[in-house]
């Protein structure tokens, strides 16, 4: 057996929960009609609508991407724009698939949290009408943040308030979603739907799952083209009973809140131990589940050969620890030994 040492470079690089796996077994017996025709699936749609409202049309996906893609592809034409910060992942790590697949004009803002504000993005907020001007047309934001903060659902509601007086809509690219409702102490419908979020790209794959996210729409008007435009877009699983297997697991007996709360306490345990060491400057609030840090050059490397994380910043240098749901105390004690002896070293 292959065997990999953990790190903190990134929630994706978790294996799959036994429980997740566990439902995908049980999941594998027998014919089912394709396409999401199938008991799984259908079961898995009625626990988002019982969570959400039984008006929320959902769309399973492969990932991420896929959902934020088909989330604004839904919603604008190739003349639109769609504002975000510009730390988001369709900015920066979509490869330009947004771009490539709306057409639209991505508007960044500038910001030093991870997290934007309705003041930030009023310069975006023009040409309304004037056909030699992108027409803005989604203000997207993530929770949790790339910089690891989580909106309160008052800057949420803000932000929908502002885009629905521009008749703008508001995306929220939930990948961390989880997360976010684990340090929020909220349920999930709480800071989205009941903020005024329009749509909603729900992550799990971070969480536990193996693959599959969900695009929501808290409309339904706006959902008369997306089955055609999420097969356009290659997005449309034939066994989709694996992704409606999964989340049906991820549901019950609140896994998802199992995972996430595990995943983020060991964020604070981490957080609690680097602030031993005065030559470590944590530059971010540790709300979830990941941790930002300037860290003294020379003891880089040497970490990232026992414990692999990423380079964030390479000029300050700064660093991005993230943990998981099976990330360990073990782990983060031999770590911040590990730290502890190349420091004084």
Request: include cysteine; aromatic fraction near 10%.
């Amino acid at each position: 057996m292959i065997q990999v040492k953990k790190g903190f470079a990134s929630d994706n690089n978790s294996g799959v929960h036994p429980g997740i796996l566990k439902a995908m077994e049980d999941a594998n017996h027998g014919h089912v009609v394709g396409y999401g025709n199938d008991i799984y699936t259908q079961k898995a749609i009625s626990i988002f609508k019982e969570k959400f409202g039984n008006e929320t049309e959902v769309f399973f996906v492969f990932n991420g991407t896929g959902a934020n893609v088909l989330a604004l592809s839904t919603v604008t034409h190739s003349f639109n724009s769609v504002i975000c910060a510009e730390t988001a992942h369709i900015q920066e790590d979509e490869c330009g698939a947004p771009e490539k697949f709306t057409g639209c004009k991505l508007l960044p803002v500038e910001t030093l949290n991870g997290k934007i504000t309705p003041e930030a993005i009023q310069h975006h907020l023009k040409g309304f009408g004037f056909e030699h001007h992108s027409q803005p047309r989604v203000i997207s934001i993530s929770q949790v943040t790339e910089m690891g903060t989580v909106y309160q659902p008052e800057e949420i509601n803000a932000l929908a308030n502002l885009a629905h007086k521009n008749n703008m809509l508001l995306h929220i690219d939930g990948a961390r979603i989880a997360n976010a409702a684990v340090a929020l102490n909220l349920d999930f419908k709480a800071f989205t739907k009941d903020c005024g979020v329009d749509i909603l790209s729900f992550g799990g794959t971070k969480n536990g799952m193996m693959m599959g996210e969900a695009v929501l729409f808290f409309n339904s008007e706006l959902t008369s083209l997306t089955k055609y435009i999420r097969k356009q877009s290659m997005q449309l699983y034939s066994k989709m009973r694996f992704v409606g297997a999964q989340f049906i697991a991820y549901f019950e007996n609140d896994l998802w809140k199992e995972t996430a709360t595990h995943a983020n306490k060991m964020a604070k345990l981490l957080e609690s131990e680097i602030a031993k060491f005065p030559e470590i400057k944590i530059t971010q609030p540790v709300n979830a589940n990941g941790i930002f840090a300037i860290v003294p050059r020379k003891i880089i490397g040497p970490l990232q050969e026992r414990f692999f994380f990423y380079i964030w910043n390479d000029t300050a240098p700064e660093v991005r620890w993230m943990t998981s749901f099976d990330t360990t105390e073990e782990d983060i004690f031999e770590f911040t030994a590990l730290i502890k002896e190349l420091i004084n070293k």
